[in-house]
T-cell receptor, first 114, second 115 residues
Framework: SQQGEEDPQALSIQEGENATMNCSYK?????LQWYRQNSGRGLVHLILIRSNEREKHSGRLRVTLDTSKKSSSLLITASRAADTASYFC??????????????FGGGTRVLVKP | EAQVTQNPRYLITVTGKKLTVTCSQNMNHEYMSWYRQDPGLGLRQIYYSMNVEVTDKGDVPEGYKVSRKEKRNFPLILESPSPNQTSLYFCASSLTGRAYNSPLHFGNGTRLTVT
């Protein structure tokens, strides 16, 4: 089963509104990352938050991490039509010799209506 | 421009006909990896390489081969493709094999259909 599970699976909002999506995971992690995927394209890295960090910002993105609840949230403020995409969380579990072993969740599909 | 380049973007083939999907990165990254993406199953890692001549299995390696003879290239080989390998494939690379300081850079994907 997937390490990260995003919630909701799909989200539809109006331009200018905020979009929030959540990610839950099962095992201890070194860090958690969020990626965006436009339809049919490769994933693009958005933000990385380490296990000892609680909140991180990048432009209109805000990520929180609660390791006690094994969960993270991604907030996109003042959304734009160009934010329409699927968003994935990915976790780097604390294990040995697994390389850059990111495990991806199933994603949240976000539709921003103009 | 720093990028990961996959070819081809689209490929339709028949069962059993060997094929290779190429992947090349121009960022001098040590780490490279292949993923497949299927509806409802998310992204699953097929193989990865920590550096030249070092490769290892991911979560779903059956039916695939890889090689890493040069740092920039990491081809994915399907010796005898089957319909269950119909999928969207992504190559990715990162500076090092440690995710805490090294986000993945993805190619634009190869959509493979095996009939």
């Amino acid at each position: 089963s997937q390490q990260g599970e995003e919630d909701p699976q799909a989200l539809s909002i109006q331009e200018g509104e905020n979009a929030t999506m959540n990610c839950s995971y099962k095992t201890s992690i070194n860090n958690l990352q969020w990626y965006r995927q436009n339809s049919g394209r490769g994933l693009v890295h958005l933000i990385l938050i380490r296990s000892n960090e609680r909140e991180k910002h990048s432009g209109r993105l805000r990520v929180t991490l609660d390791t006690s609840k094994k969960s993270s949230s991604l907030l996109i403020t003042a959304s734009r039509a160009a934010d329409t995409a699927s968003y994935f969380c990915a976790t780097d579990a604390t294990r040995k010799a697994a390389g850059n072993k990111l495990t991806f969740g199933g994603g949240t599909r976000v539709l921003v209506k103009p | 421009e720093a990028q990961v380049t996959q070819n081809p973007r689209y490929l339709i083939t028949v069962t059993g006909k060997k094929l290779t999907v190429t992947c090349s990165q121009n960022m001098n990254h040590e780490y490279m990896s292949w993923y497949r993406q299927d509806p409802g199953l998310g992204l699953r890692q097929i193989y990865y390489s920590m550096n030249v001549e070092v490769t290892d299995k991911g979560d779903v390696p059956e039916g695939y081969k890889v090689s890493r003879k040069e740092k920039r290239n990491f081809p994915l080989i399907l010796e005898s493709p089957s319909p269950n390998q119909t999928s969207l494939y992504f190559c990715a690379s990162s500076l090092t094999g440690r995710a805490y300081n090294s986000p993945l850079h993805f190619g634009n994907g190869t959509r493979l259909t095996v009939t």
